[in-house]
């Protein structure tokens, strides 16, 4: 099994529509990431948690809500879908060194809002 | 200004030459520099990582590390058909606590 597991990977889904990418892992990290990529610009983050009292926006949170349920499980949500939100989603974790050495990624969700 | 830029290429190089890509980041106190490769549709992988002005050599990939000028490079050398892909340049910033990507170089390694 993956250490980081993405659900769904493919996700085709209508404006309005209420929609959550869904994040797990077994690396026992502290911290998990939501990145978004979109051609020619990187991954961007949308929020991270260093614990599960801990929530953070990053650069580009507006239009997204995240919920830490537990240690391993880390939820994505858009709450009304819109097309501008279609890209594809990387979950990430990394221990409390937080360096790129312990950043590890799940295989993504692409998701299109139509 | 972003905080990491890259040109977006694409960098098209021939096969067993040198291909040369560039970094630049506005966060004087970043202390932790990666570069990452992404293959289309699949998710990030570490290739190299930098700490200390100079260069680190891996295998046929050396980073280079310029904190004054707030540069980094990754040069591949005997580039192969199989590094064609697109790679982002990654810094940790002096705050420390995430991982903030440039927009990519696309490499084309030619036959």
């Known amino acids: 099994d993956a250490d980081v597991t993405q659900t769904p990977r493919n996700r085709i889904t209508k404006t309005g529509k209420r929609i959550m990418l869904e994040c797990s892992q077994t690396?026992?990290?502290?911290?998990m990431y939501w990145y978004r990529q979109d051609p020619g610009l990187g991954l961007r983050l949308i929020y991270y948690?260093?614990?599960?009292?801990?929530?953070n926006k990053g650069e580009i949170s507006d239009g997204y809500s995240v919920s830490r349920q537990a240690q391993a499980k880390f939820s994505l949500s858009l709450e009304s879908a819109i097309p501008n939100q279609t890209a594809l989603y990387f979950c990430?974790?990394?221990?409390?060194?937080?360096?790129?050495?312990?950043?590890?990624f799940g295989s993504g969700t692409r998701l299109t809002v139509v | 200004q972003k905080e990491v830029e890259q040109n977006s290429g694409p960098l098209s190089v021939p096969e067993g030459a040198i291909a040369s890509l560039n970094c630049t980041y506005s966060?004087?106190?970043?202390?932790?520099f990666f570069w990452y490769r992404q293959y289309s549709g699949k998710s990030p992988e570490l290739i190299m990582s930098?700490?200390?002005?100079g260069d680190k050599e891996d295998g046929r990939f050396t980073a280079q590390l310029n904190k004054a000028s707030q540069y980094v490079s990754l040069l591949i050398r005997d580039s192969q058909p199989s590094d064609s892909a697109t790679y982002l340049c990654?810094?940790?910033?002096?705050?420390?606590?995430?991982?903030?990507f440039g927009g990519g170089t696309r490499v084309l390694v030619k036959p």
């Open positions: 990430a974790t990394s221990d409390l060194r937080g360096g790129g050495y312990g950043y590890t």
């Open positions: 690396k026992g990290h502290d911290r």
């Open positions: 948690s260093f614990d599960v009292k801990d929530i």
């Open positions: 966060d004087r106190g970043s202390q932790s």
């Open positions: 930098i700490y200390s002005n």
């Open positions: 990654a810094v940790i910033g002096a705050a420390g606590n995430k991982l903030t």
